[in-house]
């Protein structure tokens, strides 16, 4: 996977170019044959290992509303608010352990902690809520060390997509379990899963690597080079030191608050999706063994949407915060179809829900607004750690607003959505044109020139970006 510079190409050290200001380092840099030869190998053999992680946690999490069709309802005596709050409980686990995962992993290895965090889950929700709590934003900060500011949408959207495979295959194998007879097909639905991710972890904690100059797939020689090719973001490299000035820092970023909100505004309908996805489905007029196909189809429709959201903020400079904008327009779009339609469309409806499926392309291109643009690495995990405890609670929230004596239809949750989808394009639109004037007030200080700065020294130091006067936000 390759990608085009979101800055200006490296042209004899010019990293970027903003406005009437040119940014050029003074430091070594890499031959574009050789950068290539990297990037290609690093995309071979981390982003499989990245994408089949997330794929697991996945598989755990949304396990539960799998077998809220198959059975467990039922067999467990499990009302309308206790289901909800089942699916609640795993995000108070995540959010209690949210910031102790990131202190976790600036004090150790970023690898190893992700991985104790795949081989550690338990049955209870709770629990595998707080075990899961590192992998997202370990998975996040991996990128950051590994690839260049421009390169980052599409790699975060390729572990992100283990996200929507795991719903592929899920519903797929949810869908062979439910035939088996043998015992209640949601308790084979959480054995097969469980077992699955246990053997993952085990391996996990043998291949994933902490930093590049210590990756099994390369040579000493190459692991100092991929350091050398990111030099550029002026992000910081590993620390192992947690720097209060810099947790001071992102707590009074406007930025960071602006990405907090947004992150709310996807995950409060994410939250009931997930929980109630089949159930919604089912309440269409489709059959169990149908929302099963069905619910897999509308991860396809997922795939689509994060592939065209990050493709086209790879290719077309600065407009993240556009195509964030465009995912909850399409959601907003399909949340009025299933809304308004005659319950007896229900073709048109669900095709509305697969299209309310938009906003998950804010994730990857969320995570990435993070990685490319906090420079100090306790920083990054702090504003990681907001953006999960966002994630968390907009998950908390979601399953609240689908009231039992409204299903199917939900009126409430839908309501909720297209409040939530409203106000996430206007808060693109502030965190856009903040950003932009962020980057002119700091053109206009620098003046016309050409400024040198020594990008590996500046890395070396583990400044943040608002200590480094030549750094510029991508948005």
């Known amino acids: 996977m390759t990608g085009h510079e979101e800055s200006a190409e490296f042209d004899h050290g010019v990293v970027e170019k903003s406005g009437s200001t040119t940014i050029a380092t003074t430091s070594t840099i890499l031959s574009p044959e050789e950068d290539k030869r990297l990037l290609r190998k690093i995309d071979l053999c981390l982003l499989p290992i990245l994408a089949v992680s997330y794929m697991f946690q996945y598989l755990d999490k949304s396990a539960l509303s799998l077998t809220a069709i198959l059975g467990l309802r039922e067999d467990l005596g499990v009302s309308g608010s206790q289901y909800s709050w089942a699916n609640s409980v795993y995000y108070f ?29 338990l049955a209870n929700r709770f629990f595998l809520g707080a075990t899961e709590a590192a992998i997202a934003p370990g998975l996040g900060v991996l990128v950051s060390m590994w690839y260049k500011r421009s390169e980052q949408p599409l790699r975060h959207a390729a572990w992100f997509l283990g996200n929507t495979f795991a719903g592929m295959v899920g519903n797929l194998m949810g869908y062979g379990i439910g035939h088996i007879h043998s015992i209640p097909s949601w308790k084979a639905v959480f054995a097969i899963f469980g077992a699955a991710t246990v053997a993952w972890g085990i391996a996990m904690v043998l291949t994933l690597p902490d930093v590049p100059n210590k990756a099994f797939f390369l040579s000493k020689e190459d692991g100092e080079k991929a350091i050398l090719r990111v030099q550029e973001n002026m992000t910081g490299i590993k620390n192992n030191k947690i720097k209060w000035a810099q947790v001071r820092e992102a707590l009074t970023d406007p930025k960071a608050w602006i990405l907090v909100l947004i992150q709310l505004c996807s995950n409060i309908p994410n939250g009931g999706v997930a929980s109630f996805g089949p159930i919604i489905i089912k309440g269409m007029g489709f059959s169990t063994f149908s929302t099963l196909l069905l619910n897999s189809l509308s991860y396809v429709f997922q795939v689509v949407f994060v592939l065209i959201a990050t493709i086209g ?9 556009i195509w964030i904008a465009w995912g909850f327009s399409v959601s907003l ?6 809304r308004v339609l005659d319950p007896t469309q229900k073709w048109s409806r669900y095709i509305g829900y697969c299209l309310l499926l938009g906003y998950v392309c804010s994730f990857p291109l969320n995570v990435s607004m993070i990685t490319s643009n906090t420079g100090g690495f306790t920083k990054k995990m702090t504003m990681n750690s907001m953006i999960f405890i966002a994630y968390c609670v907009g998950n908390i929230i979601g399953p609240q607003l689908f009231f039992a004596r409204e299903s199917p239809t939900y009126t409430s949750g839908f309501l909720a959505m297209l409040v939530c989808y409203g106000a996430g394009i206007a808060l693109c639109m502030v965190l856009r044109f903040y950003l932009i004037w962020e980057n002119r007030r700091r053109d206009t200080a620098a003046g016309n020139v050409v400024q040198l700065v020594d990008t590996e020294a500046i890395n070396q130091a583990d400044l943040t970006d608002m200590e480094i006067a030549e750094f510029r936000y991508v948005y």
């Open 333 to 338: 779009a399909g949340a009025i179809m299933v």
């Open 93 to 121: 686990g995540y959010l209690v352990a949210s910031y102790p995962a990131a202190a976790l992993m600036v004090r150790l290895p970023t690898g190893k902690t992700i991985a104790a965090s795949i081989a550690g889950l």
């Open 313 to 321: 903020s790879t290719y077309l400079r600065n407009t993240r915060t």
